[in-house]
């Protein structure tokens, strides 16, 4: 999940043209996109999925995996597909919440968490899709370990996005942080540090790169594209298999009443459909790290990361 927008934007409708951060997605989140299924019924005796018209909100409804995923939806499940397409990664969870949506899946676990504790809401996580790496750039160092002392670092200056880019610099060994740092880890938890981090908005951390004001940057996916940063200048990244990353798998989100339906956990099952695979693959230039976790775990993780939000004071 990356960048929010001040002002909410109304969704917008339309059918899929065929699935980050996620997700949202913006989710981040980190991310992002949105699924709601229009009247849930159970499936038949036989174990057949009952026809039905699915909704499902998403940040970027035109990337073409999704219109493999609406169509295998049709073949596989029956049930037919609507998108719901948001620009504002602060709309999905509470359309959800207002029953307009009955899944999302814009954003990341850290999101959902972050959402639930200030918004006094429950929804819950009830499928993994993937967890896009964050890393830090450099276009004049290799290693981290190159940086001189005097070194300036920027990293994104949102709670979302900071807390991460603090957890990457302390695993490359820039920074230490306070207890070993959170998902809500900020700078003022920075104990030692080997260089200078500097805190600027999400959007401007590659142009802050390749400006030379900053000689590294902890950059977000979509802006690193955007910037057209070389791969090879992306010199370290946190591990999508480590402890730190976990918080940011990104998920379908669903009501807590709805979370143990079960066509709406074969639609978050779906999406780990090879041919869908091979498009979120193509649409994020092969960073996607594709993570399948139970909904049990998932909802393990985000009770532990809301227990982190809480004492964080958020």
């Not at 026809?51 to 995996?65: C, E, H, K, L």
């Not at 993994?128 to 370990?145: M, R």
């Not at 600027?200 to 950059?219: E, K, N, P, R, Y």
């Amino acid at each position: 999940m990356s960048d929010q927008s001040d002002q909410p934007v109304l969704p917008t409708r339309k059918r899929s043209r065929w699935p980050w951060l996620a997700a949202a997605a913006a989710v981040v989140v980190a991310a992002g996109v949105v699924v709601a299924v229009v009247a849930g019924q159970d499936d038949d005796a036989d174990g057949a999925t009952k026809a039905q018209t699915v909704r499902i909100g998403v940040a970027d409804a035109s990337a073409p995996y999704w219109k493999t995923y609406t169509d295998l939806a049709k073949q596989k499940l029956n049930v037919t597909v609507e998108l719901v397409n948001f620009s504002d990664y602060s709309q999905p969870n509470p359309a959800l919440k207002q029953k307009q949506l009955e899944l999302n899946q814009f954003q990341h676990i850290q999101y959902l968490a972050n959402y639930n504790v200030t918004a006094k809401d429950d929804l819950q996580p009830i499928g993994s899709t993937a967890v896009y790496p964050l890393p830090l750039y450099s276009l004049k160092y290799k290693q981290a370990t190159d940086f001189p002392a005097d070194a300036k670092i920027a990293i994104p200056n949102d709670a979302i996005n900071q807390a991460r880019g603090l957890l990457v610099l302390q695993a490359a060994g820039l920074v230490t942080l306070k207890d070993g740092g959170s998902a809500f880890s900020s700078t003022a938890d920075v104990q030692t540090k080997k260089v200078e981090v500097v805190t600027l908005d999400a959007s401007q951390t590659a142009g802050a790169l390749q400006s030379g004001s900053v000689v590294g940057a902890i950059v977000n996916n979509n802006y690193a594209t955007s910037a057209k940063l070389p791969r090879d200048a992306a010199i370290f990244q946190d591990d999508p298999a480590g402890e730190s990353a976990a918080p940011y798998v990104n998920i379908f989100t669903a009501r807590a009443a709805d979370k143990d339906n079960p066509t709406y956990l074969k639609l978050a099952d779906l999406y780990h459909d090879p041919s869908v695979e091979k498009g979120v693959q193509e649409e994020n230039g092969g960073t996607a790290v594709l993570r399948t976790v139970s909904a049990a775990d998932l909802q393990a993780l985000l009770k532990k990361v809301q227990d982190q939000a809480v004492a964080a004071g958020k």
